[in-house]
């Protein structure tokens, strides 16, 4: 059973996104403000997660709007993931909600079915992120990654990663040398299939390379490959 906090002002929306999720087997919160889903995490004592495994976050909210709960969760260093509800067709929201730290999204009006596997994929990811501590781990350019523990260490400094930043990063890795698209890292990382504007990953590779590069603004391991994607090159010339 995992524990779901829905973040949703449309009462109807809610109680049907609720009664969908307890049937699947979950145990459901929902909060209608972002105020009020941020003070209840806030008084929750698990410093990592807030005491949810998953937030389902709707972006149009009556106060704070979810662009701001997303980012001051990550600000406080939680790393519970976030499935954002945006608005249709409006890709502005999905860059936003990716730059704001949101782990996947779903364009409202959306279909049960569709929500249900975004959520089994988000907590599928996680649990296998927490059932392998320590072992998956990579050294690079003076830095450790943990992909375990969601850190990448630089020295004396240890440097937080949401998941899926973790993915993205674990993912060019295993490609090293490899130039990989923008729409196949959409595709793997994301799970995302349908039209998505392939920019939405360009604010986490702007995000990876100041944790893995000394001049994130002269790339040496992140490059860019111009009309292409990106490739990750573990010991540049
Ligand atoms: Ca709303």
């Known amino acids: 059973m995992s524990r779901i ?28 403000t972002g105020e009020a889903a941020l003070a209840r995490i806030d008084q929750n004592n698990d410093q ?8 389902v976050l709707d972006v149009m909210l009556p106060g704070i709007d ?34 704001a730290g949101a782990d996947d999204y779903l364009a409202k009006p959306f279909q049960l079915a569709i929500l249900n596997a975004r959520i089994s994929g988000l ?30 260490r630089v020295g004396k400094r240890s440097l937080p990663l949401t998941l899926m930043e973790a993915n993205l990063l674990r993912f060019l890795i295993r490609h090293a040398g490899v130039t990989v698209s923008r729409k196949k890292l959409l595709e793997e990382v994301w799970g995302l299939r349908e039209e998505t504007d392939t920019r939405a990953i ?27 994607g990106y490739r990750f090159i573990a010991a540049p010339e």
């Open 5 to 32: 906090l829905i973040v949703e002002d449309e009462y109807h929306l809610a109680q049907g996104l609720r009664f969908n999720l307890e049937a699947e087997g979950h145990s459901v919160a929902v909060e209608a």
């Open 66 to 99: 979810g662009f701001a709960v997303a980012a001051q969760l990550r600000r406080q260093r939680r790393y519970v993931p976030i499935l954002m509800l945006t608005a249709r067709g409006a890709a502005a929201d999905v860059l936003a909600g990716f730059a």
């Open 202 to 228: 360009d604010n986490f590779i702007v995000r990876l390379r100041r944790y893995i590069e000394d001049q994130p603004s002269r790339p040496r391991h992140l490059v860019t490959v111009r009309g292409v």
């Open 123 to 152: 907590l599928r990811r996680r649990a296998w992120q927490e059932s392998a501590p320590e072992v998956d781990a990579y050294d690079f350019g003076g830095r450790h990654v943990d992909f375990g523990k969601l850190e990448i």
């Open 48 to 55: 990592d997660t807030g005491g949810f495994d998953l937030i």
